[in-house]
């Protein structure tokens, strides 16, 4: 219908080249008790078995014209053992033909010879010695069977008679065991030491702050102003003592400077007389 979706089917892969093929099985005997040999343990898990498929797809697609898979490998090596073990189921029955003469069944290439060995030859020829499930067996007796007997035997309805009375046992007690020394009492769980009690903080001197009141203001100001008046008689003695010190230097500089005239008079008057 023209309403339906149309499912498009995927590209179709390339057909395996005669190299692949042969790389294909020369790479898969290299390989052989890992790809298809029974699990060891350790030694041989089914990592080790993906690993040997992986080397095997490398050395295919080197010679490849196209990516292959590990899924496309084990489908084409499946493929070659079913038809190797066809192609030699039919030349076995055209051997096995009665009248002689030519086989008209193709002979196996070198491929086909190579996985014959993958098939095996109890799979193409069947297991030697083996047993014809549809062939009748006949049994040969030289003995003579016995006749049926007509009329069962007749069966004993009394039960067999037993003592009633049981013979007497020597039972001997058992020996007692050493009744266990008595258990001391636990001692109870000491309790953890309390840690000594922290030295007690002693408390900082607090400093008493004054209340500033208008009096004690007042008083305040009076002892400013007496210590202000003091130092000011103390700077005007202080500014006399000064004065003084400088008007006996005044005089001490004049006598100096007056006898220092008189010098220069007196050694004046001696030169003029000599």
């Not at 607090?206 to 008046?229: C, G, M, R, Y």
């Amino acid at each position: 219908m023209e309403n339906q979706a149309t499912i498009k089917k995927g590209r179709r892969a390339k057909n395996f080249t005669p190299t692949e093929v042969e790389i294909l099985i020369v790479e898969v005997e290299n390989r052989r008790n890992i790809l298809f040999g029974p699990l060891k343990g350790p030694s041989l898990t089914q990592y080790h078995r993906d690993r040997a498929w992986d080397q095997v797809l490398s050395h295919v697609n080197s010679v490849a014209p196209c990516v292959r898979s590990v899924g496309e490998l084990k489908k084409k090596f499946k493929d070659l053992k079913s038809r190797t073990k066809s192609r030699a189921n039919a030349l076995l029955r055209e051997s096995r033909k009665t009248g002689g003469g030519e086989n008209d069944a193709a002979p196996l290439n070198a491929f086909e010879e190579k996985m014959l060995t993958f098939v095996g030859k109890e799979s193409v020829e069947g297991i030697r010695g083996g047993i014809d499930t549809f062939a009748f067996c006949k049994v040969e007796s030289h003995d003579p069977v016995p006749p049926r007997p007509v009329s069962p035997p007749p069966r004993t309805l009394s039960p067999p008679q037993y003592p009633l009375t049981p013979s007497p046992r020597h039972l001997t007690p058992p020996p007692r065991l050493p009744t266990p020394p008595p258990r001391l009492p636990t001692p109870p769980p000491r309790l953890p030491t309390p840690p000594p009690p922290l030295p007690a903080e002693t408390p900082a001197p607090q400093v008493q702050k004054k209340k500033f009141t208008k009096k004690s203001a007042l008083d305040e100001i009076k002892k400013t102003s007496a210590l202000q008046a003091e130092t000011n008689v103390l700077l005007g003695q202080l500014v006399a003592e000064i004065r003084e010190s400088r008007k006996e230097i005044n005089m001490l500089v004049n006598l100096k400077k007056r006898e220092l005239e008189i010098r220069e008079e007196e050694l004046a008057i001696k030169k003029k007389k000599i």
